[in-house]
């Protein structure tokens, strides 16, 4: 059975951290290329950070970019994203998807999201 479960959110003081996690099981999670996402209300969906499969590589939307890293285990089938130095514009909803291409087949998986609350 798939699951992707993300775990970690919560309220968090301005200038704070969080670290979330993603864990994944039922496909063979490394590789898969993982994002994190985020959706405040009555906003778009937002991509925030991207890890390749087997952690080849990462990326930032530049409203996280010094602040945020994703990093992954893949022993333990399971994506971080450690976020310091938190703001109010971080609060959001945050999910995560694990997406697979070969050829044009594209399988992708999400978790039912985190919420992350910055306020004082």
């Known amino acids: 059975q798939v699951q992707v479960v993300e775990s970690g959110g919560g309220l968090v003081q301005p200038g704070g951290s969080l670290r979330l996690s993603c864990a994944a099981s039922g496909f063979t999670f490394s590789s898969y290329t993982i994002r994190w996402y985020r959706q405040a209300p009555g906003k778009e969906r937002e991509l925030v950070a991207t890890?390749?499969?087997?952690?080849?590589?990462?990326n930032y939307a530049n409203s996280v970019k010094g602040r945020f890293t994703i990093s992954s285990d893949n022993a333990k089938s399971t994506v971080y994203l450690q976020m310091n130095s938190l703001k109010p514009e971080d609060t959001a909803v945050y999910s995560c998807?694990?997406?697979?291409?070969?050829?044009?087949?594209?399988?992708?998986?999400w978790g039912q999201g985190t919420q992350v609350t910055v306020s004082s």
């Open positions: 890890i390749t499969s087997a952690g080849g590589s990462t």
């Open positions: 998807n694990a997406q697979r291409v070969v050829g044009v087949a594209r399988t992708s998986y």
